[in-house]
């Protein structure tokens, strides 16, 4: 269902807003929040495929929690809802990712994406064993090449792993989003929780599911000592985004790969 497009306004014209289930997808970077989309409809990027359904988005805001409707919470402040969310989390996954991204933001390694490819559909349940520590090899800032503005920064300290996405809207205004990884969940900066599965080894990989009205969102990171993936799903029933970043042999450039748009950004370390 079409929500909205973004206007000549921005470098993301054309691009559009759809929901699928309960969740809004914006075109080619996943979930969103619907707190999210009137942020972009108080820019002045949208333009809506009707008013009605501008004001039932507006509508879901104002049942929202406070920390879901708003942006630029601290790293802090993200770990203690990682510690006190529950798994019927507020409202509507994050965008990446993503991301995210992340994301919205699922990571899986890059070999392991095509063990992933048929067996996550048919055993949700299915983990695939990673090896540790990702955030070593990828901490720091890292920068893209193109003209407009995209960042990933890693960092951590013992028993967490915090990533943060920084995309360029256009018009000066960006997107930024922060992944929490500790002590089994992996939170994002508008109130989605997700809850580490049993038998995900090693530091900050796994499987990572989040679970209201009987639909279950999941999120598979992965690192396979060179490459880190996220892989998301919307509903165990539904196709996965994968996002992959792997790192040159000098350690100076690493090259984003999205599976929804087909296309590659090459990022160097600051």
């Known amino acids: 269902m079409l929500i ?3 206007g000549p306004s921005t470098g993301w014209a054309g691009k559009t807003i759809t929901r699928e289930g309960e969740f809004f997808i914006l075109e080619g970077h996943g979930p969103i ?30 049942a929202m929690s ?40 699922v990571i899986v390694a890059a070999v392991a994406v095509i063990a992933f490819s048929g067996a996550l559909r048919g055993n949700p349940d299915a983990i695939v064993a990673q090896k540790n520590s990702w955030p070593n090899k990828f901490e720091g ?6 003209d407009a503005l995209q960042k990933e920064a890693f960092s951590q300290i013992p028993g967490r792993a915090i990533w943060t996405s920084t995309n ?43 679970t209201t009205g009987g639909e279950t969102m999941r999120v598979v990171v992965g690192y396979d000592g060179n490459a880190l993936t996220y892989r998301m799903w919307t ?9 992959t970043y792997t790192i040159a042999g000098d350690g100076r450039t690493m090259t984003y790969y999205n599976s929804n748009t087909g296309e590659s950004t090459t990022y160097t370390r600051q």
């Open 4 to 6: 909205a497009t973004f």
């Open 33 to 62: 929040s619907a707190a999210d989309v009137m942020k972009y409809d108080k820019q002045g990027h949208l333009v809506w495929a009707t008013e009605g359904t501008r004001a039932w988005v507006a509508a879901k805001t104002l």
């Open 66 to 105: 406070p920390s879901q409707a708003s942006w630029g919470e601290s790293a802090a402040a993200t770990t203690t809802r990682a510690k006190t969310a529950t798994p019927l989390f507020q409202a509507a996954v994050s965008r990446r990712l993503i991301i995210v991204a992340v994301s919205a933001l």
């Open 141 to 146: 800032t890292w920068v893209s090449n193109t």
């Open 168 to 210: 360029s809207l256009g018009g000066g205004e960006t997107f930024e989003e922060t992944m929490v990884f500790e002590d089994g969940t992996l939170a994002f900066d508008s109130g989605t929780v997700y809850e580490r599965q049993s038998g995900s080894g090693g530091d900050f990989v796994g499987t990572y599911d989040s």
């Open 235 to 243: 509903s165990l029933d539904s196709d996965s985004s994968i996002f």
